[in-house]
């Protein structure tokens, strides 16, 4: 029996989001062999920087990337809570998998929660043949705090087109997607800008991906530069969904890491499990003739499982809190209201705060049931503890820590709405 099966939660039955669709028990069962095959090359993979295209092309073939999908659109109709249920899973094989493909299903989620029904059209059959969706957001460089210098112009030489330039930069999945999103600001004459989202085809001409991520962790996710010159966008791909209002997106975007890092955790668990039972080697001062028999290396191990069961406890929760809320919008009844979705931000964000510094601090415990042997490069086991810390910083913790108790101690809104950026200057 695995450390994973040793301490895994038993998940509750969640509401599917087609009624047809299959129970976690049955799609866990599907997906367990691709799952399996990810995690045995996933230390090798990190280590050499083999990129993931064919762990990701073994994902679309089994139907992975279309569980979001109801079936009547060619998916498997998997509830919110399925999805991050298996994303769990995911990730303990491999946490790269789980980032790239995160700006997929937030794409495909948007879509279905907030697009047009001629967006839905055009863009879900797209996904059910199993194609997949990258991001590109973020810009580096001069741009202050909230301003956008990629640009979407018409083409005056075509009706209905559009020109995008610039560049961007943490383009997390971009490297593998078929479709790239890209944030820009339309730039038309006589016209209050606005922002968009152009979708463009990874392999179009104008569109150069740059795999420059140099990050020490999740160093497969290919989350590094897209360059756009003069890319042709048909009017059907430049996309504007609602801003400035509150979102569940926001907290399902934060449940892509809360996941990712339950899954370290799991997989931090299992690999210290291993490791220990298979030393022989003791301290002179310590206190048993193997480890396994040694109080403060099982105490340490016992410490290992408890954060993993605790971490994966808490994305449940805030999964079961968002799952609803997607399915009753996806259904077209009311949108849930803002009292609703200040407490679904509240509770995402205290789960960032708890999960983040449990599992790096576990990520380095691990070490301790170990001499130096444990710092082995054909063990790996530093893989953990940097893929966690990467996962950590790109929505810093202290930031979470301080809104939740703002929000407690003051009433204070949620913070939904962030970028990244220069301060602007003060005229």
């Known amino acids: 029996m695995s450390q994973a099966t040793l301490t895994r939660p038993v998940p509750e039955a969640a509401e599917a989001a087609d009624a047809n669709a299959p129970s976690l028990a049955a799609l866990q069962q599907r997906f367990a062999p691709v799952f399996a095959?990810?995690?045995?090359?996933?230390?090798?993979?990190?280590?050499?920087?083999?990129?993931a295209h064919a762990p990701l092309q073994w994902l679309r073939e089994s139907g992975f990337?279309?569980?979001?999908?109801?079936?009547?659109l060619g998916g498997s109709g998997a509830s919110l809570e399925q999805l991050v249920a298996l994303l769990v899973d995911l990730a303990e094989a491999d946490p790269n998998l789980t980032q790239i493909l995160r700006?997929?299903?937030?794409?495909?989620?948007?879509?279905?929660?907030?697009?047009?029904?001629e967006a839905q059209r055009h863009w879900l059959p797209l996904v059910a043949r199993g194609d997949t969706f990258g991001n590109a957001t973020t810009e580096v460089g001069e741009g202050a705090v909230g301003s956008l210098q990629t640009t979407l112009v018409p083409d005056g030489a075509a009706p209905g087109q559009w020109r995008l330039n610039g560049?961007?930069?943490?383009?997390?999945?971009?490297?593998?997607?078929?479709?790239?999103?890209?944030?820009?600001?339309?730039v038309v004459p006589g016209q209050a800008e606005q922002s968009a989202h152009a979708l463009v085809a990874g392999e179009a001409q104008g569109v150069e991906r740059l795999d420059d991520w140099r990050g020490f962790g999740q160093r497969l996710t290919g989350s590094g530069t897209t360059v756009l010159r003069?890319?042709?966008?048909?009017?059907?791909?430049v996309l504007q969904f609602r801003s400035g209002e509150p979102s569940p997106i926001v907290a399902f975007a934060q449940l892509f890491h809360l996941a990712s890092l339950a899954g370290i955790a799991r997989a931090l668990s299992r690999d210290t499990l291993a490791y220990v039972q298979a030393r022989r080697r003791v301290f002179s001062h310590g206190a048993a003739a193997l480890p396994k028999d040694d109080p403060l290396v099982q105490h340490i191990v016992g410490q290992l499982a408890?954060?993993?069961?605790?971490?994966?406890?808490?994305?449940?929760?805030?999964?079961?809190?968002?799952?609803?809320i997607l399915r009753s919008a996806e259904a077209g009844n009311a949108r849930a209201d803002k009292a609703q979705l200040d407490a679904l931000e509240l509770r995402a964000a205290q789960a960032q705060v708890a999960v983040v510094d449990a599992v790096l601090q576990a990520a380095t415990r691990m070490f301790d049931v170990g001499g130096s042997s444990a710092l082995a490069e054909d063990l790996r086991l530093d893989r953990h503890w940097?893929?966690?810390?990467?996962?950590?910083?790109?929505?810093?913790?202290?930031?979470?820590?301080?809104?939740v108790g703002d929000m407690l101690l003051n009433g204070a809104e949620p913070v939904y709405f962030w970028q990244v950026g220069r301060a602007a200057k003060n005229e």
């Open 167 to 186: 560049q961007k930069f943490y383009s997390t999945g971009s490297l593998y997607a078929d479709w790239i999103s890209v944030l820009a600001r339309t």
């Open 306 to 324: 408890s954060t993993a069961y605790m971490s994966e406890l808490v994305v449940r929760d805030v999964a079961q809190a968002l799952g609803p």
């Open 230 to 237: 003069d890319v042709l966008v048909p009017e059907h791909a």
């Open 386 to 403: 940097r893929n966690a810390r990467t996962l950590a910083s790109h929505n810093p913790v202290i930031y979470k820590a301080k809104s």
């Open 103 to 117: 700006p997929h299903f937030l794409f495909v989620d948007r879509v279905l929660y907030q697009g047009t029904p």
């Open 37 to 51: 095959r990810i995690a045995e090359g996933a230390a090798e993979r990190e280590h050499r920087r083999t990129l």
């Open 65 to 72: 990337t279309a569980l979001r999908l109801p079936k009547a």
